[in-house]
């Protein structure tokens, strides 16, 4: 159980075009899912909080208008990346917690989206 | 908020040998997960520890939680347990998860 699925797994895409990845959770609901942004050989770090309804919380230095978060339901949070630009290339993970745990639960984690921009 | 260092950074083992990971945190937390992240970027869940002590085939963990640490044991290494180790902790309230750098562990056959 608590599968998180997260498409595309890799995706290329010129400087300037947008690029929608989506992080769905098969078998559980979550009102909150959490974005991660991975660089070579460091750390995963939290970019923003997406809640189900409602805006994404975003960390600090993370530019909302880049990166736009929709959670549309209790199963679906999808990150856009807008205008992408060569820096923008990272490993882009999501992941949620069921819902009926809230904090005292595991985070499950999709396998990443792998994101570069020619 | 919290911070969490994980040591050692590198670790290089033989296969069949033991190994001991550690991740220390600034403040008391409610719950901690220790992660594997295979060469493809896969993260996979290993243990969700708040306290005690937890044991899942060759790996085990302990976390410390009054002492503000926690330990991954790996036994009988093997290559397919190469990749990164990050302990996962709660910051902002117990709502968010910080990851420490991890331990990047090979493996040599």
């Known amino acids: ?118 | 908020g919290i911070q969490v260092e994980q040591s050692p950074p590198d670790l290089i083992l033989q296969e069949g040998a033991n190994s001991t990971l550690r991740c220390n945190f600034s403040d008391s937390v409610n719950n901690l997960q220790w992660f594997h992240q295979n060469p493809w970027g896969q993260l996979i869940n290993l243990f969700y520890i708040p306290s005690g002590t937890k044991q899942n085939g060759r790996l085990s963990a302990t976390t410390v939680a009054t002492e503000r640490y926690s330990l991954l044991y790996i036994s009988s290494s093997q290559t397919t347990d190469s990749g990164v180790y990050f302990c996962a902790v709660p910051d902002g309230g117990g709502f968010k998860t910080i990851f420490g750098a991890g331990t990047r562990l090979f493996v040599k056959a």
């Open chain 1, 1 to 118: 159980g608590a599968v998180v699925s997260q498409h595309p797994s890799r995706v290329i895409c010129k400087s300037g075009t947008s690029v929608k990845i989506e992080c769905r959770s098969l078998d559980f609901q979550a009102t909150t899912m959490f974005w991660y942004r991975q660089f070579p050989k460091q750390s995963l770090m939290l970019m923003a909080t997406s809640n189900e309804g409602s805006k994404a919380t975003y960390e600090q230095g993370v530019e909302k208008d880049k990166f736009l978060i929709n959670h549309a339901s209790l199963t679906l949070s999808t990150l856009t990346v807008t205008s992408a630009h060569p820096e923008d290339s990272s490993f882009y993970i999501c992941s949620a917690r069921d819902r009926r745990g809230e904090y005292n639960s595991p985070l499950h984690f999709g396998n990443g989206t792998r994101l570069t921009v020619t």
